[in-house]
T-cell receptor
Framework: DGGITQSPKYLFRKEGQNVTLSCEQN?????MYWYRQDPGQGLRLIYY???????QKGDIAEGYSVSREKKESFPLTVTSAQKNPTAFYLC??????????????FGQGTRLTVV | DQQVKQNSPSLSVQEGRISILNCDYT??????FLWYKKYPAEGPTFLIS?????DKNEDGRFTVFLNKSAKHLSLHIVPSQPGDSAVYFC??????????????FGQGTILTVHP
């Protein structure tokens, strides 16, 4: 089945450690996105990528890094520089080639907890 | 600066009545507006979208209205059903320049439909 997969669903990290969240899609989508959700704050954009080997900072990129070496994959690294990393992280992808196509498909999310 | 705002954190509606969810935006450089529905600990699912050149789009029980002069959009659900209870997010897609393809979300509105 085609879709977008985030792993793991739950992740625990010790303070001061980097951690990488996985996002894979087999929808042949060019564009991919990372958001975090905090209570009462909606979805805030961390990074997004329109094509392979290119990405842009979103609204809250500090303390995060990404790579887009393959079309299918857009991993997000939460570094020790991120002051409040505990959150629910969501990855999405979109087919930007289809004119008028608007919707982004989301993964099921990863709950990151810093202990 | 929040470019997409949902000023009502919650809305409570009786089953069978109309639910109206509102969203305001401050940037005119959006080409599409979207509505998503989200359950706890899951990724958002797409509901309906509207092009910035339209003022109405309808899909079954869901209708989105766009008032460009007021920079306001709304989602109408008629009739409301208990299964519609969820968090609803509006989103806007950047039309060009450095924000091309960027998807910006509002804070969300919790809809509760009572039987």
């Amino acid at each position: 089945d085609g879709g977008i997969t985030q792993s793991p669903k739950y992740l625990f990290r010790k303070e001061g450690q980097n951690v990488t969240l996985s996002c894979e899609q087999n929808l042949n989508h060019d564009a991919m996105y990372w958001y975090r959700q905090d209570p009462g704050q909606g979805l805030r954009l961390i990074y997004y990528s329109q094509i392979v080997n290119d990405f842009q900072k979103g609204d809250i990129a500090e303390g995060y890094s990404v790579s887009r070496e393959k079309k299918e994959s857009f991993p997000l690294t939460v570094t020790s520089a991120q002051k409040n990393p505990t959150a629910f992280y969501l990855c999405a992808s979109r087919n930007r080639r289809d004119i008028g196509n608007t919707e982004a498909f989301f993964g099921q999310g990863t709950r990151l907890t810093v202990v | 600066d929040q470019q997409v705002k949902q000023n009502s954190p919650s809305l409570s509606v009786q089953e069978g009545r109309i639910s109206i969810l509102n969203c305001d935006y401050t940037n005119s450089m959006f080409d599409y507006f979207l509505w998503y529905k989200k359950y706890p600990a899951e990724g958002p699912t797409f509901l309906i979208s509207i092009s910035s050149i339209k003022d109405k789009n309808e899909d079954g029980r869901f209708t989105v209205f766009l008032n460009k002069s007021a920079k306001h959009l709304s989602l109408h659900i008629v009739p409301s059903q208990p299964g519609d209870s969820a968090v609803y997010f509006c989103a806007a897609r950047g039309a060009g320049g450095t924000s091309y393809g960027k998807l910006t979300f509002g804070q969300g509105t919790i809809l509760t439909v009572h039987p």
